[in-house]
């Protein structure tokens, strides 16, 4: 970015532009990933009927952290006696590790998956044959299981880049973070018609929302 000061740079997952630094052109952008983890935490919760949720995390670091830890606690908040097993397989992009993390959910109880990254096919394919039901984030995934995914964290960054290009056009390169949340619109939650979702566990969900929106819950521990 310091050597090239007229051509506008974005980075993430983060929010440090570094302007500090003396940098000028950069953009942040962040999702708020623990938000729509913290809903789809109390779908789980409320849906589970083992009380055993299985969680495939990739690498313990950025949304994919923050999303894991949302969805963690509003299990916990929701249904405390609840039993919760994480595994991060430490690749963005292994397929098989993920497959693999999910098998070993599966087979100690869990009738709920969900997790994060683009390997995520593979636990929402174990999902599929094991008839269990999965969360996802970052896009909608019901076309990779119509009748396994019940709902999705889906991140719409068209309004912060339509920004980013509107102030580099008027000359500002960086100096600004973006953040997605359930608030500004950018985190929506999409669930699939497909998956019967119980009254009980939508209205928890929409509260959830509310009370994120609100401040009344912290989506993190």
């Not at 292994?94 to 683009?118: C, F, P, R, W």
């Not at 709902?151 to 390169?173: C, F, H, N, P, R």
Request: net charge positive; proline share 3%.
């Amino acid at each position: 970015a310091k050597d090239f000061p007229n051509t506008a740079f974005a980075w993430g997952t983060a929010t440090d532009t570094f302007a500090a630094a003396g940098v000028k052109n950069v953009f942040a952008y962040n999702p708020r990933a623990q938000e729509g983890g913290y809903v789809l935490g109390v779908l789980a919760a409320k849906m589970s009927k083992s009380g055993v949720i299985g969680v495939c995390g990739p690498v313990e670091a950025g949304d994919a952290k923050t999303y894991v830890d949302g969805f963690k606690k509003g299990v916990m908040d929701t249904k405390k006696d609840a039993k919760i097993n994480v595994t991060y397989t430490g690749s963005f992009s292994d397929v098989s590790l993920m497959a693999a993390a999910a098998e070993t959910h599966t087979k100690a109880g869990a009738d709920i998956l969900t997790g994060s990254s683009q390997s995520v096919v593979g636990a929402i394919g174990v999902a599929k044959d094991k008839k269990a039901i999965w969360f996802g984030t970052q896009a909608n995934q019901t076309s990779l299981a119509p009748d396994t995914v019940g709902a999705s964290q889906v991140y719409d960054w068209t309004g912060v880049i339509k920004e980013m290009l509107d102030l580099s056009a008027k000359g500002t390169k960086g100096g600004k973070a973006f953040e997605l949340s359930l608030q500004s619109g950018g985190l929506k939650i999409v669930y699939n018609d497909k998956v019967s979702i119980p009254a009980d566990a939508k209205a928890a969900a929409d509260a959830a929302i509310k009370g994120i929106i609100d401040g009344t819950i912290k989506p993190l521990p």
